[in-house]
């Protein structure tokens, strides 16, 4: 499809013209921390960040939500559907991350909730202006993506390059008017700028490729780097909560004091913690922090690759960024199994 330029004032402009008639996420600046969240003016958006607390998943498959509710013996009452919704300013890495989240929602067991909210969404994507300090996206491949997106935003120079992908992503561009075609000569910066990025995300370099993993894992099962580091960690479980490709959950139900109305709710669960894997009877098949904090590197590197031929972690950082006990960066981990 043809890529159109936007300066950005204009797509400043535009944005408000869409706050009008529905809901846009982007990110804005918290602190020193960037976050997503809805926006009430364009202004408030930071396109330059380097990357968020939270991934934008949130918005997908929500922290904790409400699946149904329940009154009497047999009245129940679905969520009512989510109205149409913009996902703006999304990087590369977080668009490959909610790929893998709608092919494990899509596929075998659909998951209704996480589909109505996934077709209600538009997704834009933002080639990434800044790098955070322990991004390795371009060692594990995504650092630019060319497919999950329905409009893309590059900044090439003092505009924005614009790029739909589907008919949602034409529609949203349609949408801020007649725009210029983009000029030979920014399509070529555009590709110097994913290269750019390439090879900017690599602040924590992986010995290996990606594809090597699941091998790398298979011969390291017993390896004694499983107990040292579990040693440190404090199974907080703050490396699932950041993580974009992280999607366990608990469901519990929720009964009204007056036993006669309640919910049902889903709330985002992890790995890491130790009630995770604890079963009827009291018993645990994963007790020990070591059995645990194995068992994370195992599900991102070695059986989800078994199920979807894809790696589980598309290299945010995020996890290296939130771990106060610093045991959760996974280069770091592989590295150390591949010197053996």
């Known amino acids: 499809m043809t890529v159109k330029q936007m300066d950005p004032a204009s797509l400043n402009g535009w944005v408000d013209g869409l706050l009008l008639n529905r809901t846009v996420i982007g990110p804005v600046q918290k602190g020193d921390k960037f976050v997503f969240e809805s926006l009430s003016r364009a202004s408030d958006l930071r396109l330059d960040y380097d990357t968020t607390l939270l991934p934008p998943k949130k918005f997908l498959l929500p922290s904790r939500e409400i699946l149904l509710t329940f009154r009497g013996d047999s009245h129940y009452a679905s969520q009512a559907p989510p109205d149409p919704f913009v996902l703006l300013g999304v990087h ?27 077709g209600a969404c538009t997704l834009v994507a933002l080639d990434a202006q800044a790098v955070s300090p322990n991004n390795f996206a371009g060692c594990m491949g995504t650092a630019t ?71 790398l894992l ?25 993580c974009p490709t992280c999607y366990c959950f608990d469901v519990q139900d929720e009964v009204d004091w007056s036993l006669e109305c309640g919910s049902r709710c889903r709330a985002w669960d992890g790995c890491l913690l130790r009630d995770f894997a604890s079963v009827a009877g009291g018993h645990n098949f994963r007790r020990h922090s070591a059995e645990r904090y194995r068992h994370r590197y195992y599900r991102k590197a070695k059986y989800l690759p078994e199920m979807t031929g894809e790696i589980a972690c598309v290299g945010c950082g995020r996890c290296v960024d939130a771990c106060v006990a610093r045991t959760a960066n996974p280069v770091e981990v592989y590295n150390t199994l591949l010197g053996d």
């Open 92 to 118: 590369p890495y977080d668009v490959a991350a909610i790929r893998q989240m709608d092919r494990v929602f899509s596929e075998k067991q659909v998951d209704t909730h996480y589909m109505a909210r996934r």
């Open 145 to 215: 993506v060319r497919e999950g997106w329905d409009l893309l935003f590059s900044r090439v120079g003092g505009a924005y390059l614009a790029e739909a992908a589907t008919e949602k992503g034409e529609s949203l561009l349609r949408s801020a008017g007649l725009l210029a075609d983009a000029a030979p000569g920014q399509l070529e910066e555009r590709d110097r700028l994913w290269e750019s990025n390439r090879q900017a995300m690599r602040r924590h370099v992986l010995h290996c490729s990606p594809q090597d993993l699941p091998g």
């Open 218 to 242: 298979s011969r390291n099962y017993d390896h004694p780097l499983w107990q040292e580091r579990a040693e440190r960690c404090f199974s907080c479980g703050a490396c699932n909560v950041v």
